[in-house]
């Protein structure tokens, strides 16, 4: 086997042995679909979308107002899952008059040992009942 190069280009590595063609290799992550902001009644279910892609395969975590967010992987009792795709998926909005856990925040942390790409904030709110008064 002749002299082999390693080339770094916008966050692909490539290698080359003997002059031979470029191939790709490992790369960093990327975020190729970013989550939307979500408005959602409580009870109900919903899901933040994120896919990311990169060489090896990104691990993909969740952060809610900056804290990581707990998944089921973490907590099987937990009704948040992260899905094998990324998207944080919520089995029911769970929010109440003083504790309001799912409402806030996200972003997408895509990680390999290349580097990370985070993803746009995207916001969760509670749609808010119907509440008429009497005039």
């Known amino acids: 086997m ?15 042995v003997d002059g031979s063609r470029l191939r790709q290799e490992d790369s960093a992550p990327r975020i190729v679909e970013h989550p939307s902001d979500l408005i959602v009644s409580k009870g109900e279910p919903a ?21 990581r967010v707990e998944t089921d992987k973490d907590d099987p009792r937990s009704h948040r899952m992260l899905l094998p795709s990324g998207s944080l998926f919520f089995l029911r909005i769970v929010h109440g008059r003083r504790s309001k856990p799912d409402e806030g925040a996200y972003v997408c942390v895509a990680r390999n040992y290349l580097g990370e790409a985070v993803s746009r904030n995207a916001s969760l709110e509670v749609a808010c009942a119907d509440r008429r008064t009497a005039a």
Do not use: M, S
């Open 47 to 67: 899901t933040l979308n994120c896919k990311a892609e990169g060489r090896p395969t990104p691990t993909v975590e969740w952060y809610k107002d900056g804290e």
């Open 2 to 16: 002749g002299p082999l190069a390693l080339i770094l280009v916008g966050g692909l590595l490539y290698f080359q």
